[in-house]
């Protein structure tokens, strides 16, 4: 099996955006001593615990830092932005750093807010699938002419491996078409008898339209971990509450503690009633344990772990504790 990291550039109380980025740097070099197979950055936009939303510009700054770990993007937030734009970035990226780069496209335009920022507007924009595919034009075109009378002036022959992160069976079969590989947004609408459907059905036609090509599914997790179960606790409980997304996921002003969060315990025993994500809670064991049902039922073999806990010692603790557990059962690398 290979495992992965997705970092949000987490906000610890107390803590700056700027030392937010250098967190994210320093946990992608502890995943790479630690042989994690890949590391990966989101983007998101106007909410007060995540550092990242220029993902590219941090994925460039991780490769520098970073020798052979593979860098990945989960994902860049499409929707926004022009499918020319997008081809050309990423050419770019991958004129300077051959096979290392990872891009996965998402359809979350963000809140009406972002929407307005950005200029953005579903009714006088193209399709979210309308722009996968004329990104794909931009990124495939061999030759100086270009049907949309325009292209992306920069070219390589670098390998450009595209996911596509969805949820639906619409975009998974889009992604099967193109031959793009698949993130199956499990960790943020855990239905795991749609989650297998869509898997089945992107395998199947992907098959059809590639059948020389090898098909890749990512599965995320939410993971909290630690060498306690009162630590584990203190650490899980804050991430309950944080993925409720109260206020657009602003209700606190940094990424939240024990104690933020310390006058509203009352109610935990109601989180699991208005919860719609699950994390994996509990010791590295009972993780790769439920990790290992998920690959065997679903044939997965590849997962992105997302160790979103504060306090950059405590996530550096969560990939060890993984690394350790599975080294020992499989007395090898964790990749």
Same mark, same amino acid.
């Given at each position: 099996m290979k495992f992965s990291i997705l970092d949000?550039?987490?906000?610890? &109380?107390?803590?700056?955006? @700027?030392? %937010?980025?250098?967190?994210? /740097? @320093?946990l992608a070099k502890n995943a790479e001593k630690l042989g994690?197979?890949?590391?990966?950055?989101? @983007?998101?936009?106007?909410?007060?615990?995540?550092?990242?939303?220029?993902? @590219? /510009?941090?994925?460039?700054?991780? %490769?520098?830092?970073?020798?052979?770990? &593979?860098?990945?993007? %989960?994902? /860049?937030?499409?929707n926004l932005y022009s499918a020319l734009r997008t081809a050309e970035t990423i050419n770019t990226m991958t004129t300077f750093f051959k096979d290392r780069f990872l891009f996965s496209l998402g359809s979350n335009p963000g809140t009406k807010l972002i929407q307005q920022a950005f200029n953005y507007s579903s009714q006088n924009s193209l399709s979210y699938q309308q722009k996968i595919k004329e990104l794909f034009h931009y990124l495939n075109l061999k030759t100086k002419k270009s049907s949309k009378k325009v292209r992306s002036v920069i070219q390589n022959q670098a390998n450009k491996e595209i996911f596509i992160t969805t949820f639906t069976l619409r975009n998974a079969i889009l992604a099967a078409k193109l031959g793009a590989n698949l993130i199956i947004a499990h960790n943020l609408f855990p239905n795991f008898l749609n989650t297998k459907k869509i898997i089945k059905i992107y395998r199947k036609t992907f098959e059809k339209y590639w059948p020389n090509k090898q098909s890749q599914v990512i599965f995320p997790s939410f993971i909290v971990t630690s060498t306690t179960k009162t630590e584990i606790q203190k650490l899980a409980t804050p991430l309950k509450f944080f993925l409720l997304g109260e206020n657009d996921f602003n209700k606190y002003q940094s990424f939240p503690t024990w104690e933020d969060v310390s006058t509203r315990l009352h109610k935990e025993a109601e989180l699991d009633l208005k919860s719609k994500i699950f994390p994996l809670i509990g010791s590295a064991k009972y993780i790769l344990d439920e990790l290992e049902k998920i690959a065997n039922d679903l044939e997965i073999d590849h997962f992105l772990l997302i160790p979103m806990v504060n306090q950059i010692e405590n996530r550096i603790k969560i990939l060890e504790l993984i690394a350790n557990e599975f080294k020992r059962r499989q007395n090898a690398k964790i990749c």
């Open positions: 949000q550039g987490l906000i610890d &109380k107390n803590t700056s955006s @700027e030392q %937010a980025l250098s967190n994210t /740097i @320093e994690y197979f890949s590391f990966w950055v989101s @983007e998101h936009h106007n909410v007060h615990s995540f550092s990242i939303s220029c993902p @590219e /510009i941090v994925m460039m700054q991780l %490769a520098q830092q970073t020798k052979n770990l &593979k860098i990945g993007v %989960a994902s /860049i937030l499409l």
